[in-house]
């Protein structure tokens, strides 16, 4: 079992940035594939950023490629997403989630992913 805690969220305007973290427990972290994915009201759960376990690889939505940056430290266990550029349209649950499957190829479907975060509200006014 992985336990993963997203912080960071809040109320932005938009054009302005912000960095969630997301800290797991466990000591395989660096063995796991991690991912961003974000709900908006009346979505479906969807894909944002993920990057493989020793962060060679990153993926991006279209949506969010060239404004948001996925990276992670594997000594505090933690995954970041750098976000900057914001927009209305960004607004969402942001919840991390973990692959433990394998470490180097990304998955961006969420059946994929084996454990979830509790998610962290993101805000952006126009």
């Known amino acids: 079992q992985v336990d993963l805690v997203e912080s960071g969220g809040g109320l932005v305007q938009a054009g302005g940035s912000l960095r969630l973290s997301c800290v797991a427990s466990?000591?395989?972290?660096?063995?796991?594939?991690m991912g961003w994915f974000r709900q908006a009201p009346g979505k479906d759960r969807e894909f944002v950023a993920a990057?493989?376990?020793?962060?060679?690889?990153?993926k991006y939505a279209d949506s969010v490629k060239g404004r948001f940056t996925i990276s992670r430290d594997n000594v505090k266990n933690t995954v970041y997403l750098e976000m900057s550029s914001l927009k209305a349209e960004d607004t969402a649950v942001y919840y991390c989630?973990?692959?433990?499957?394998?470490?180097?190829?990304?998955?961006?479907?969420?059946?994929?992913?084996?454990?979830w975060g509790q998610g962290t509200q993101v805000t952006v006014s126009s």
């Open positions: 989630a973990a692959d433990r499957a394998q470490a180097e190829i990304i998955p961006i479907l969420r059946v994929a992913y084996d454990y």
């Open positions: 466990g000591r395989t972290f660096s063995r796991y594939v």
């Open positions: 990057i493989s376990g020793s962060a060679r690889t990153k």
